[in-house]
């Protein structure tokens, strides 16, 4: 089994060291080879429940908060390119 996953059967017996290791890293607890849940540390937690619970900016706040260039801008001298019809 990779680094930081544990069978449930193994997660029971070694309970105090699947938390030890929880707040290094998450730990994930598998059943019949599979995925069942992730333990992680409690500040781990506050942390993504925080990203969770921020409001992005909306599309018209981050335009507005660009900055602003009055001046003009030097164009390259361009000709329409040539196609058939």
Do not use: C, H
């Amino acid at each position: 089994m990779p680094k930081g996953t544990w069978s449930l059967q193994d997660a029971k017996n070694r309970f105090g060291e699947v938390i030890n290791a929880a707040r290094r890293s998450p730990q994930t607890i598998t059943k019949y080879g599979k995925p069942l849940v992730v333990i992680i540390d409690s500040s781990e937690y506050g942390r993504l429940q925080r990203l969770g619970s921020a409001k992005p900016p909306s599309l018209a706040e981050v335009l507005l908060e660009m900055p602003r260039d009055d001046g003009e801008f030097p164009r390259a001298p361009l000709s329409p390119r040539e196609f058939e019809i």
